[in-house]
């Protein structure tokens, strides 16, 4: 069995680093991905709130635009409303009018 060990039975310096700084190399490159894909999340998750922050005011405009038009629509339907009695009080006046007419004629003759 042989032995890579030195004379005195201990390895060298340069035994120990080469793997030492392989791992610590492998160390930093993981903990810059995991620092990128912390980053990725963070993105994500603020694109996520921004999306769903958006639908729920696009959907709070929708409610109120459409509050706004039932308004809207309530008052035309009010409006018409009062077109109509006016309209038949304006009928009916032409009624009295042209009555009364007939009667002044009458009268005058």
């Not at 995991?34 to 405009?61: A, G, M, P, W």
Request: charged share 45%.
């Amino acid at each position: 069995m042989t032995n890579s060990l030195p004379v005195n039975g201990v390895n060298s310096k340069e035994d120990f680093n080469e793997p030492l700084e392989d791992t610590k190399r492998k160390i930093d490159e993981l903990k810059q991905k995991i620092d990128r894909l912390e980053r990725d999340i963070n993105e994500r998750d603020q694109i996520v709130e921004k999306l769903k922050t958006s639908q729920y005011t696009e959907s709070s405009l929708d409610k109120r635009e459409k509050r706004s038009y039932e308004r809207k629509l309530s008052e035309l339907e009010e409006e018409l409303k009062k077109k109509d009695s006016i309209q038949a009080d304006n009928a009916r006046l032409k009624e009295e009018n042209a009555a009364l007419i007939r009667v002044i004629s009458k009268l005058s003759k």
